[in-house]
C-alpha cells in the first residue's frame, strides 16, 4: 500500500478555456496518516484543489495521485464533505445512513455514523431538508467516516457548527485519525483551531502552494525577529514579512546563518506564520521543491 496520501506534480486547474488560473504548478506531498490543514485567502483555490483530490474535476495540467492512484481510481477509499454538504433533502437522516450503507457494501461502520449522529440529538426520522446547517454537517460527516474511508477530504467542516460541536466532531475526527490511520485533510478559515489537531499544512495563496510541509518543520524553518531598526540586520535572511515602528524593528524570517547580534528572535506560532503569509502574497514560497532552491541559493 503506498504510504503517500496525495501528491501533486505540476498541477494545475483552469475553468473554461478562457478563464484565469484556479490552481497553477501545484507541487506537494502528504504522507498517509497525517491531519493536514488546507488553508488560504478566499478564492485561493481550496476547494478547486480538494474537488480534484475527490475526483470530481478533472485536472487541465499535471499529476495529483491519491492512495497511489488516479483521484478517479481511489474514489472508493476516499470520503469527501462538500462546503455546501450536498444531501439529498427529502430523505429522513435515516434513510440517508441507509443509503450510505448500500453504497459502500461490505466496508459501512454503521456504528460509527449513528453514533455520530446521536451525539447530535438528531432525530432519525427528521427529514433532512429540516435539519439546521450545523445538523446537516454532522450528517455529511456521519456519511462520510461511516464509509470508512482510507482519506477523508472536508472542505470548511467546522464552519456552521456551535462550540460545543466543533470541539465534539474534532475529536471524533481526531479519534479516527488515531485508530484507523485515517489520512484528514480539511480546509478551514480557523486557524487557531488547527494548531493543536493537525500535523500538516498547506496554505495555498493566489492558486499556487505558498506552503507545504510538517507543521513543526515550517515552524520550525521561521523565526520571529526584532531589533534595532537596522536595514542591513535582515540582509542575508529570507524575509516573509518586516516592519518598522519608530526605531523598533519587527520581522518573520526564514534564517539563511546567525543572526545578527543585536537581533532577538523567538518562535512563531502557527497563526502568526499562516497570517504573516497572507498578509504578504510575494513573500517567497516555502514548499518541499521551493526548500531545496532556497538551500541551493544559501
Ligand atoms: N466552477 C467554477 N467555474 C469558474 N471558476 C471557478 C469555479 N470554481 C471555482 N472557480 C474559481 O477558482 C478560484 C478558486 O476558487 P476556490 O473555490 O477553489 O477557492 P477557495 O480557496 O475554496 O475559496 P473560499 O475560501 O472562498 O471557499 C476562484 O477564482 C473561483 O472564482
Redesign the pocket.
Known sequence: MSDTALEADGLGKR??RR??W??RDCAFRLPTGRVCAVV??????????LALAAGLLPPTEGRLTVLGRTPAGSRARVGFVA?DKPLYPQLTVAETLRMGADLNPGRWDAATAERIVAAGDLDPGARIRSLSGGQRTRVALALALGKRPGLLLL??PMADLDPLARHELMGTLMAEAAQYGTTIVM?S?VVAELEDSCDHLLL?GG?RIRLAGEIDDLLAAHLRVSGPADSAALDPHTVVESRVTGRQLSALIRPAGPLAGELRSSAPSLEELVLAHLRNPQAPALTPAGAAREEDAA
Do not use: Y
Open positions: 475553468f473554461g478563464g484565469g484556479a490552481l488560504g485567502p478566499n478564492g485561493a483555490g481550496k476547494s478547486t484543489l462546503q472542505d470548511e480546509s478559515h495555498v492558486g
